[in-house]
T-cell receptor
Framework: DAMVIQNPRYQVTQFGKPVTLSCSQTLNHNVMYWYQQKSSQAPKLLFHYYDKDFNNEADTPDNFQSRRPNTSFCFLDIRSPGLGDAAMYLC?????????????FGPGTRLTVL | DQQVKQNSPSLSVQEGRISILNCDYTNSMFDYFLWYKKYPAEGPTFLISISSIKDKNEDGRFTVFLNKSAKHLSLHIVPSQPGDSAVYFCAASGSGTYKYIFGTGTRLKVLA
């Protein structure tokens, strides 16, 4: 089955210790998104890639970076996690960057910062 | 400023009855709306969408209604089933962008 996979599902890191979350897709979609969702809040877009073109949201902290080495994989790097970065991180893909192109989500990685 | 609002954090409905989930938005430039369903430990899955040129879209037991003048949309599930118990997110797009703006979600519990 074509899908969006996120690893690990649960990640524990220490305050200030860099962490990388991984997303892969078998859908061959051009666009990959990273969302942050805190408890009882709406998923919030951090950034997305259209192919190799990186698009950062204006209010995404510099602490968050992303890499997309190829079509299938996209990584979220948090350089110095703070306690406020504890959240669910959702990866999503869409075929194209059009309003009507449905976004398909992975199961998420829950990040805990100690 | 939250552009998409789901004011009911939770809703309980008896099996077989209608579930109505509501969503309000503030940006009149939004022209495409979606509902996603999320089970625990899974990512959101697309459920149904509606374009602003329509006021209703139906897919099986699920119907989405759009009232542009009120900036309001609703999702009707008839009849509700225990398997529908999940968190439902409303999302909006448009205003010159393809990005989604999500609401905070409504947790639906369908009681057997």
């Amino acid at each position: 089955d074509a899908m969006v996979i996120q690893n690990p599902r649960y990640q524990v890191t220490q305050f200030g210790k860099p962490v990388t979350l991984s997303c892969s897709q078998t859908l061959n979609h051009n666009v990959m998104y990273w969302y942050q969702q805190k408890s009882s809040q709406a998923p919030k877009l951090l950034f997305h890639y259209y192919d190799k073109d990186f698009n950062n949201e204006a209010d995404t902290p510099d602490n968050f970076q992303s890499r997309r080495p190829n079509t299938s994989f996209c990584f979220l790097d948090i350089r110095s996690p703070g306690l406020g970065d504890a959240a669910m991180y959702l990866c999503a893909t869409s075929r194209e960057a059009r309003t009507t192109d449905t976004q398909y989500f992975g199961p998420g990685t829950r990040l805990t910062v100690l | 400023d939250q552009q998409v609002k789901q004011n009911s954090p939770s809703l309980s409905v008896q099996e077989g009855r209608i579930s109505i989930l509501n969503c309000d938005y503030t940006n009149s430039m939004f022209d495409y709306f979606l509902w996603y369903k999320k089970y625990p430990a899974e990512g959101p899955t697309f459920l149904i969408s509606i374009s602003s040129i329509k006021d209703k879209n139906e897919d099986g037991r699920f119907t989405v209604f759009l009232n542009k003048s009120a900036k309001h949309l609703s999702l009707h599930i008839v009849p509700s089933q225990p398997g529908d118990s999940a968190v439902y997110f409303c999302a909006a797009s448009g205003s010159g962008t393809y990005k989604y703006i999500f609401g905070t979600g409504t947790r639906l519990k369908v009681l057997a």
